[in-house]
């Protein structure tokens, strides 16, 4: 069974400080996603990776996958309380149809 | 460009009663993925439909059903709702190889079995 776990659970910090997000599992994954949920909406992709090491910037969000394409990390620079929400990573398996999301890290960004 | 549309968006049902869950797909998608998230969980695979076709199933039970009309169009059906069938369900819509490249996600239909 593919899992995917997601630290930290949940993390408060103040407007302008630095985080990151990670995501791990003992599975290989053709490709990971990271999606963000605000209350009452569903997820909305902000990128997928597919290359072993590979980083993706994205404004303030950097993205990286794992080189064994097991884990992967969000970084967020000088963070702002528009940043607030649920980080989900998601991993598509090398069946192709079906994608696993972690269960989330819980951002709140104080003012 | 149309996004993913769900309804009902909320929905009150009965234990041991049915429901019906609708989703249209963003425009130019031709597979549908259904997921359930429970509060404070991330989203869990519940089927995928493609070209009218169940495409694959996560761990769900066959209470659990749904159909994709040509237009591409889905339904979600549940049978005898349990007490811990209550979550957010949500429609995911891509091309074939979206598990690839990812996914496009309704808003969810908030279900409550009491």
């Known amino acids: 069974t593919q899992l995917l776990e997601q630290s930290p659970q949940f993390l408060s910090i103040q407007e302008g400080e630095n985080l990151t997000v990670y995501c791990n599992s003992s599975?290989?994954?053709?490709?990971l996603q990271w999606y963000r949920q605000e209350p009452g909406e569903g997820p909305v992709l902000l990128v997928t990776?597919?290359?072993?090491?590979e980083v993706k910037k994205l404004k303030r969000l950097t993205f990286q996958f794992g080189d064994a394409r097991k884990d992967s990390s969000l970084h967020i620079t000088a963070a702002q309380p528009g940043d607030t929400g649920l980080y989900l990573c998601?991993?598509?398996?090398?069946?192709?149809?079906?994608?696993?999301f972690g269960a989330g890290t819980r951002l709140f960004v104080k003012a | 460009e149309t996004g993913v549309t769900q309804s009902p968006t909320h929905l009150i049902k009965t234990r041991g009663q049915q429901v019906t869950l609708r989703c249209s797909s963003q425009?130019?998608?031709?597979?549908v993925s259904w997921y359930q998230q429970a509060l404070g969980q991330g989203p869990q695979f519940i089927f995928q439909?493609?070209?009218?076709?169940?495409?694959g199933r996560g761990n769900f039970p066959p209470r659990f059903s749904g159909l994709q009309f040509p237009n591409y169009s889905s339904e979600l059906n549940v049978n005898a709702l349990e007490l811990d069938d209550s979550a957010l369900y949500l429609c995911?819509?891509?091309?074939?190889?979206?598990?690839?490249?990812?996914?496009?996600f309704g808003s969810g239909t908030r279900l409550t079995v009491v």
């Open positions: 995911a819509s891509s091309l074939a190889q979206g598990a690839y490249y990812g996914y496009t």
């Open positions: 599975s290989v994954f053709s490709s």
């Open positions: 990776v597919v290359t072993g090491g």
């Open positions: 998601a991993g598509a398996g090398t069946g192709g149809f079906k994608t696993i």
């Open positions: 425009s130019g998608h031709n597979t």
């Open positions: 439909y493609y070209r009218e076709e169940e495409n």
